[in-house]
């Protein structure tokens, strides 16, 4: 126990980020707290933004974002070498290296192309599948998610009738025309 107690008392900041002062009147944010399961992107861009008034000050930066981290992540912070951190941009980096194998892949354009609505799925259902999977490609595909979610409803369903005519030019179209289809079917 003793031999933990000192690995984690020891810091593996330089010298001047160890030795630099919190500005006066610092709040610190609160934070999402790293599960050592989530994109460590995701994570340090997340960080970035609470902290984004402070950015230019790296030893601030790299004191404050070990409070973002949980206990998984500390056993990782606790175990860097002496000395091995002099800014935020390695202590970023080194936690990206290690916590590569939580990066998000985006999904490919495939997944939303095969998107149809199940049997005995509700529009809700269908709807949430489908933006949620829209969300998680990259790249700008509305018109491929407005006609692949058209495709994808049963060839019977009133709400395949009620898109028909006026073209979308956007998700967003799309989605407040289904909110309207949802309104009228609920009257």
Known sequence: MNKALSQ???????????????????HQPTFTIYNGRTDPVEHVSHFSQRMAIHFKDEALMCKVFPA??????MRWFNGLNVNSIDSFKKLTRAFGARFITCNRVPRPLGS??????REGETLKAYSDRC??????????????????????LPTEHDLRKFLT???????????????????????
């Open 8 to 26: 984690v008392s020891k810091s593996p900041f330089t010298r001047n980020i160890k030795d630099a002062s919190l500005p006066r009147r610092f």
């Open 68 to 73: 973002s981290l949980g206990l998984v992540a």
């Open 112 to 117: 939303l192309l095969s998107m149809s609505m």
């Open 131 to 152: 933006w949620e999977m829209f969300n998680e490609i990259e790249g700008d595909y509305d018109d491929v998610a407005i006609s692949t979610f058209k495709a994808g």
């Open 165 to 187: 005519g006026k073209p979308f030019t956007s998700v967003r179209q799309l989605m407040d025309r289904i909110d309207k289809y949802r309104r009228v079917e609920e009257d």
